[in-house]
């Protein structure tokens, strides 16, 4: 399950309102009594991530992303990659009631472009970024012999 926390407090630096993947396994390899979530890369990104071995510590440095909001999957879309490039991007999953779903893209489809571009130029990580702080874009997608135009007028889910 996926939601927000009210805020995260790494040291001397506080994040409000992250993400949040909520551990729900009672079973297998991702149950744990010590752990509760996943507060993700995200997190990171907002610092630069120094290993010391040596030491055995991480220090954190902020950059110029900590003060950004944490933002999630606002489209409702769950992309794969695919081929042997890793540049064929195809719809593995629309969320109820998003701006996918309403736009009318389904599962199956191919994402051809994305506001004029080429997906295979990007990949799925920058789609997915993409997809996580745009605020409209429109998509090309391929389903059988058809292409189409969807707009997705994305916003905060989580």
């Known amino acids: 399950m996926v939601g927000r926390v009210d805020a995260l407090q790494l040291g001397r630096w506080r994040i409000d309102r992250p993400v949040t993947v909520f551990a729900r396994a009672g079973s297998g390899a991702f149950a744990s009594a010590e752990s509760q979530g996943n507060i993700g890369a995200a997190i990171l990104e907002k610092f630069k991530l120094i290993l010391d071995y040596a030491r055995m510590r991480i220090i954190l440095e902020p950059n110029a992303r ?5 933002e999630y999957n606002r489209s409702g879309l769950s992309l794969v990659s695919s081929g042997p490039d890793y ?12 701006p996918a779903a309403e736009a009318g893209v389904r599962v199956g489809d191919r994402l051809v472009e994305i506001d ?20 409209r874009c429109v998509l090309t997608i391929q389903r059988g ?3 189409l135009k969807r707009t997705l007028v994305l916003r905060r889910m989580v």
Do not use: F, K, M, W
């Not at 195809?90 to 009631?97: G, I, P």
């Open 116 to 135: 004029g571009y080429h997906a295979g130029d990007r990949t799925l990580s920058q789609i997915r970024t993409l997809l996580a702080e745009a605020q």
């Open 87 to 98: 540049r064929t991007i195809q719809v593995r999953a629309v969320a109820a009631h998003s």
């Open 66 to 70: 900590l003060a950004e909001p944490v």
């Open 145 to 147: 012999n058809t292409r």
